[in-house]
């Protein structure tokens, strides 16, 4: 694959080496960003040149801190977060070390609650809302199990597992369905009413780490798993259409671009690096080294990629085709 150049590169300084980064994904809330280190959960928003003439790169404007108890393995934003009308909500669900997933919310005023929805009994990799209404939290762990809770921490489904889940993935075009990625290399999507298994898809490849489901094409569904990223179409088969190696010493994280189907970002390999894969013009259009890595997450509306590092949150403007 040749490479190509990206179009910009902006990196913000934070207080501590972040563990993870998040966009927040939903059209309404798109300027948002959560960053997670080793004590906090740090809310920002930001903006782009791209976006506005006025801003000199990237204007990043800090909004709030959250103080936590142990390192987070995982965070997500609820479809609820609208800081643009009156009352403002922010929320944001988090798993700590402790294996518990609790909930932020706020009035970004005076009242700031934290709640535990639930508990597994190892390591949680994965925490996703329901994008329509926001009303469950789904999470994967390593003990084998994908839990759905209300917030009000009421437990709404439990999914067995036969490997530890290592991500789980709603999507807001199949409401009525999730997606649990297992580290063995299966992939299963679920009925989340009945908990009945509806199909899976196989990467015949291990340890699976990650998977995402395509924001742009419900049919596409992409995970990485050893050395290699996948791509499947669950129209066509439950055998992957394309694979490729990412990442020689092995893969850790796979995204897709949410503002474009067929940008594919992976993180993996020592030192740490992030590349960015033009599928559709068949391009290694990002390829990069950092120091350290953490998180990975794509703007809503631009693409723009997102990691953590050292003292640092990366974000490349990627080249489009």
């Avoid at 965070?75 to 909500?89: I, K």
């Avoid at 196989?202 to 990223?229: E, F």
Wanted: with cysteine; net charge negative; proline share 5%.
């Amino acid at each position: 694959m040749p490479e190509t150049r990206f179009k910009s590169y902006y990196s913000v300084e934070a207080h501590d080496n972040v563990h993870l980064v998040e966009f927040c994904p939903y059209d309404w809330s798109s300027q948002l960003i959560a960053v997670a280190t080793a004590t906090r959960i740090s809310i920002a928003s930001c903006r782009f040149q791209v976006e506005d003439p006025d801003v000199d790169g990237v204007g990043w404007e800090p909004l709030r801190d959250f103080h936590h108890g142990s390192r987070i393995s995982a965070m997500a934003w609820s479809p609820e977060t609208n800081l643009t009308s009156m009352p403002r909500v922010l929320r944001l669900c988090f798993a700590e070390n402790d294996k518990k997933v609790r909930l932020i919310s706020s009035d970004m005023k005076d009242d700031d609650q934290v709640q535990v929805l639930g508990e597994h009994r190892d390591y949680i990799n994965c925490v996703s809302f329901q994008p329509d209404q926001g009303a469950l939290v789904a999470s994967a762990s390593d003990d084998l199990t994908c839990q759905v809770w209300g917030l009000d921490g009421q437990q709404a489904a439990c999914f067995t597992l036969t490997a530890p889940g290592m991500a789980v993935c709603w999507h807001p075009q199949e409401p009525g369905k999730i997606m649990v990625a297992e580290k063995k290399g299966i992939i299963r999507f679920y009925h989340v009413q009945t908990q009945q298994p509806i199909m899976s898809l196989d990467c015949s490849h291990i340890p699976l780490l990650s998977a995402d489901w395509c924001l742009g094409n419900s049919l596409r569904v992409a995970a990485v798993a050893g050395t290699d990223w996948f791509i499947f179409d669950t129209s066509r088969s439950s055998r992957p259409l394309e694979n490729e190696q990412a990442h020689d010493t092995g893969c850790r994280a796979v995204k897709w671009c949410q503002s474009q189907d067929y940008l594919l970002a992976t993180t993996g390999g020592r030192p740490p690096q992030l590349k960015v894969f033009n599928i559709k013009a068949n391009q290694l259009t990002l390829n990069t080294e950092l120091e350290a890595s953490g998180g990975l997450s794509w703007h809503f509306r631009l693409p723009i990629v997102a990691i953590g590092g050292d003292c640092k949150v990366h974000l490349w403007h990627v080249e489009i085709a």
